[in-house]
């Protein structure tokens, strides 16, 4: 089983600051099968990002994907309010899918 | 614009059985790859299993012991059974699907909380 490590476990930071999320894996992830998901209070996880670096429908440009092997990356420029949310990776190379344990992000 | 909508009981007994049924909209269920996710409260995700539209599944090693994934193409639903349930199965239980060929999911349900106690 792929173990997918977050960091940091929370981000705090103010609107229009850049915020940048870490997920780690404990075995290369071929072919950068690897997700990232936006999950506010009370909703279902929303796909942001597939493939590691494409962008799901509807998802602003300011959310970027980007790493290969173990180590991804997901960024957010110019942070706006409703950015707040916990964060979580999901890798699709290997059964079973596996998710990172969340980076909580808040904005000051 | 594809929709899923969990539906099952939110109170459960030790030991007895967990069922879910999603019922999809907006989409055929006779495609696509379609998945059970669960989160305990305050707590990650885990994804539990999948069922392809062809009706193969493919479950989480975790549990696999316990799940049961089926199709139900005359009712455009799919399933969940997870037997023998402990207070460790009380979660939030969403159904969600994978776009055609790939293990990510682009749509989900509400969720279902779902409580295990006697």
């Known amino acids: 089983e792929i173990v997918l490590t977050q960091s940091p476990g929370t981000l705090s930071l103010s609107p229009g600051e850049r915020a940048t999320l870490s997920c780690r894996a404990s075995?290369?992830?071929?072919?950068?099968?690897l997700a990232w998901y936006q999950q506010k209070p009370g909703r279902p996880p929303r796909l942001l990002i597939y493939g590691a670096s494409s962008r799901a429908t509807g998802i602003p440009d300011r959310f970027s994907g980007s790493g290969s092997g173990t180590d991804f990356t997901l960024s957010i420029s110019r942070l706006e309010p409703e950015d707040s949310a916990v964060y979580y990776c999901?890798?699709?190379?290997?059964?079973?899918?596996?998710f990172g344990q969340g980076t909580k992000v808040e904005i000051k | 614009q594809v929709q899923l909508q969990e539906s099952g009981p939110g109170l459960v007994k030790p030991s007895e059985t967990l069922s879910l049924t999603c019922t999809v909209s907006?989409?055929?269920?006779?495609?696509?790859?379609w998945s059970w996710i669960r989160q305990p409260p305050g707590k990650g995700l885990e994804w539990i299993g999948s069922?392809?539209?062809?009706?193969?599944?493919n479950y989480n090693p975790s549990l696999k012991s316990r799940v049961t994934i089926s199709l139900d193409t005359s009712k455009n639903q799919f399933s969940l059974k997870l037997a023998s349930v402990t207070a460790a199965d009380t979660a939030v239980y969403y159904c969600?699907?994978?776009?055609?060929?790939?293990?990510?999911?682009?749509?989900w349900g509400q969720g279902t909380l779902v409580t295990v106690s006697s």
């Open positions: 969600a699907r994978g776009p055609w060929g790939w293990f990510y999911f682009d749509y």
């Open positions: 075995q290369s992830i071929t072919s950068s099968y």
């Open positions: 999901q890798q699709y190379n290997n059964s079973p899918w596996t």
């Open positions: 069922i392809y539209y062809s009706g193969s599944t």
């Open positions: 907006g989409d055929s269920i006779s495609s696509f790859y």
